[in-house]
């Protein structure tokens, strides 16, 4: 079955917006319940992710790159790392990390009490 190219591309592109953008606005110095929490979600992401052929490939790139969570800028560069592999592997060219943070905002304030009207 080929399934459907254009569903999987949105799906894709969707799902890294979330991870960069959540990995933007992770903490600069993540507690120890922040790091087990965002793991645990990348882990769980890995196995609900609704592409099989995806979802095997990202469970196998988490062995050999597991989820760098010691701060802001480590989670940034591990996501741009791991998204870069899946660009070589789709033939797509590589992506600048040192470019990541003008590229995720999230449109929120920095700091929670920082209420936008
Ligand atoms: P995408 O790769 O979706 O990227 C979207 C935008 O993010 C780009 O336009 C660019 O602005 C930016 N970007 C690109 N690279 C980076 C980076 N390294 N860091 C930060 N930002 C970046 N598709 C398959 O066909 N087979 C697979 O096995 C497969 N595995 C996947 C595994 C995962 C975990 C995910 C989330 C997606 C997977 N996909 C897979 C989908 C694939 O990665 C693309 O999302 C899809 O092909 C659409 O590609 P795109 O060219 O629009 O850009």
New binding site residues.
Partial sequence: KLGN?TA??????A???L??TMASRYPEKPKADERAAVKQWIFL??RL?P?G??????QR?LKDHPPQTSSRAALSNW??????I??I??G?A??D?ST?EN??QCGCAEDPSEVEG
């Fill in positions: 190219a999987k591309a949105e799906l894709g592109r799902t890294w917006k991870l960069h992401l890995s992710y592409c052929e995806c979802a095997n490939h990202f790139m996501a741009c790392s791991i998204h870069n899946v660009n592997r789709l797509k590589e992506f990390c990541l590229v995720y």
